[in-house]
């Protein structure tokens, strides 16, 4: 039986048996909904329906609710049976120290990574083994994930999901967490910021944030650079959309902001640097005989890196950068799926599943057994 791959995510969860060059079997919404029946049902009491997300800005938040999520998918989807569980891989979210000087952030680091390290990891190995019998499991993070699926061991990955951005260096297949950053924002936050744009532009329209989500796919863009943004903000000419219930919605400039925020994040009301800046940074903190192999392998991946003109305005924003060593993409094998920015950390981990399990680099049952869930430590690197 083939080793099943997770890649869970705050929107998608991506899922099957380890098949490199494929993309996922199974991208489903990493959301439940759970039915709480009115005690008056009888009487005629409603079924009320609550949606609850058990991943959370790229961690695992309800682990009821996480249990549940991975049940129905690998015994309904994957074709599980009870009693004849294989092995599986996870893919892992980045950890990063809290933002605070380079100084405390060396004493405090240690520290906090491992508090948090610990809590998350050994409670889903925990999951694994004890609630699912699995037979064998492996963990790793989604950055050095990413780089497998593009044929690099070393590298930069700017990962722009969900719920957050993270950039990460990587070096020899080892995060350099000290360097790596996290911010707090990610697709859903530019939903947002297009849903109040739309609104302003559209004030009689009753917009679901289903809608907006699906106009933001269409029509987020980024402009060339700073000043064609600028321009567009003048002169873009308006185009009639109609939703699904019959509205008609006005669109001019509101996908160019959607895409200049992640350049300028003052747009969101961050006072913060742009990606590229930010990306720069956080290799500078790495020791500088690994500052070359860091930049020019740098890697896009996440579902809002796919936003149209995004790539090409990275890579002009980092010929201009300041680095003494300008950052360049990674260009995907040609082997692999179109759209591997979303689904680069699961066929990474597809691509590690091959190695780990034929090989016995992962955690047995009889180990967890004998060891408990520390043992993933150990193992898991």
């Keep these: 039986m083939e080793a099943v791959v997770v890649d869970a995510g705050s929107k998608l969860l991506k899922a099957g048996t380890a098949a490199p060059d494929q993309v996922p079997p199974l991208v489903m919404p990493s959301k439940m909904k759970l039915e709480d029946e009115d005690q008056d049902l009888a009487d005629g009491g409603a079924v009320v329906e609550e949606v609850v997300q058990p991943v959370v800005r790229g961690f695992v938040k309800d682990w009821d609710a996480m249990e549940d999520l991975l049940s129905y998918v690998l015994y309904r989807n994957i074709g599980w049976e009870i009693g004849d569980e294989g092995q599986i891989l996870f893919t892992e979210p980045l950890f990063t120290p809290k933002v605070m000087d380079v100084h405390d952030r060396m004493e405090l680091f240690h520290m906090l990574h491992v508090a ?13 083994f004890e609630k699912f019998n699995v037979s064998g499991f492996y963990a790793s993070e989604q950055a050095v ?16 999901g969900h719920g957050k951005i993270d950039i990460a260096p990587v070096c020899e297949g080892a995060v350099q967490h000290i360097a790596s950053k996290r911010l707090e924002i990610g697709g859903v936050d530019l939903t947002n910021l297009f849903a109040q744009e739309l609104k302003k532009s559209n004030p009689s329209v009753n917009l679901d944030i289903s809608d907006v989500e699906r106009l933001k796919e269409q029509y987020a863009c980024c402009a060339e650079d700073q000043l064609a943004f600028e321009d567009i903000e003048s002169s873009c000419q308006p185009e009639k959309h109609t939703l699904p219930d019959g509205q008609v919605i006005t669109i001019e400039k509101e996908g160019y902001i959607v895409g200049e925020a992640l350049f300028q994040p003052r747009i969101l009301g961050l006072e913060d640097y742009g990606i590229v800046h930010q990306l720069v940074t956080s290799v500078s903190n790495v020791s500088s005989e690994y500052h070359r192999q860091l ?14 003109g995004f790539e090409d305005r990275f890579q002009r924003e980092a010929n201009l950068s300041a680095s003494a060593i300008q950052p360049s993409l990674v260009k995907p094998p040609e082997y692999m799926p179109e759209n591997l920015a979303r689904y680069s950390a699961w066929l990474g981990g597809a691509i590690l599943a091959k190695v780990v399990f034929p090989q016995n680099q992962h955690v047995t049952k009889g180990e967890y057994d004998e060891t408990g869930p520390s043992i993933v430590h150990k193992k898991c690197f």
Aim: hydrophobic fraction near 45%; proline fraction near 0%; aromatic fraction near 2%.
């Design 116 to 128: 948090a390290l610990l809590t998350l990891r050994e409670q889903l190995v925990q999951l694994m």
């Design 295 to 308: 930049l020019e392998n740098t890697m896009l991946c996440g579902g809002t890196a796919s936003i149209t």
């Design 145 to 160: 994930l990413s780089l497998y699926a593009v044929g690099r061991i070393s590298g930069c990955t700017v990962d722009i």
